[in-house]
T-cell receptor, first 115, second 111 residues
Framework: DSGVTQTPKHLITATGQRVTLRCSPR?????VYWYQQSLDQGLQFLIQ???????AKGNILERFSAQQFPDLHSELNLSSLELGDSALYFC??????????????FGPGTRLTVL | EDQVTQSPEALRLQEGESSSLNCSYT??????LFWYRQDPGKGPEFLFT???AGEEKEKERLKATLTKKESFLHITAPKPEDSATYLC????????????FGAGTTVTVRA
């Protein structure tokens, strides 16, 4: 158990809908990262938040957005869903995104299926 | 753009048969190279971080090494419970702290 929690575990929805994925980082970790894992793309970085502020952006679609709250939990919002958005979405956390000592610990993931 | 290539894609081993996995990388200044283990449908589990060429780290039957262009994950006398996908990732010395992952090597160890 990495200490990172994600809810829900599974999500099945229809095209065009909007969903919210939730992540709670390990106790004491200030940075939260979101990754998408699909069969054809592997693990792809989406976005990073550090202590409530956006720190870095990767290949995140405009239909997707995220935020980190004062209690450091994070939410990833996916809207206007398409079939191709079906994937595993992982959250990871680390102590401090700026330091050399920067191991990222991953949650169990949310499996999103868009029908 | 950072690139990580892992080989082979799949590896089938007999229990006790040692082998090595390769991770070749291209990055504009390496901050760290990370190894993770991932079981089907689960989140990646952190194994090692390597920071500089020549560094080695060990954990049970696993040993990771790093050169300026590649990293190796050696599995010594594997057991069936070592079956998993092993992922390599690099983090560049840049303003973002993302991990760029390789596609992984799926290891199957038969009893």
């Amino acid at each position: 158990d990495s200490g990172v929690t994600q809810t829900p575990k599974h999500l099945i929805t229809a095209t065009g809908q909007r969903v919210t994925l939730r992540c709670s980082p390990r106790s004491g970790d200030l940075s939260v990262y979101w990754y998408q894992q699909s069969l054809d793309q592997g693990l792809q970085f989406l976005i990073q938040y550090y202590n409530g502020e956006e720190r870095a952006k990767g290949n995140i679609l405009e239909r997707f957005s995220a935020q980190q709250f004062p209690d450091l939990h994070s939410e990833l919002n996916l809207s206007s869903l398409e079939l191709g958005d079906s994937a595993l979405y992982f959250c990871a956390s680390s102590v401090d995104g700026r330091a050399s000592y920067n191991e990222q610990f991953f949650g169990p993931g949310t499996r999103l299926t868009v029908l | 753009e950072d690139q990580v290539t892992q080989s082979p894609e799949a590896l089938r081993l007999q229990e006790g048969e040692s082998s090595s996995l390769n991770c070749s990388y291209t990055v504009s200044g390496l901050r760290g190279l990370f190894w993770y283990r991932q079981d089907p449908g689960k989140g990646p589990e952190f194994l090692f971080t390597l920071y500089s060429a020549g560094e080695e780290k060990e954990k049970e039957r696993l040993k990771a090494t790093l050169t300026k262009k590649e990293s190796f994950l050696h599995i010594t006398a594997p057991k069936p419970e070592d079956s998993a996908t092993y992922l390599c990732a690099v983090q560049a010395r840049s303003n973002d702290y993302k991990l760029s992952f390789g596609a992984g090597t799926t290891v199957t160890v038969r009893a």
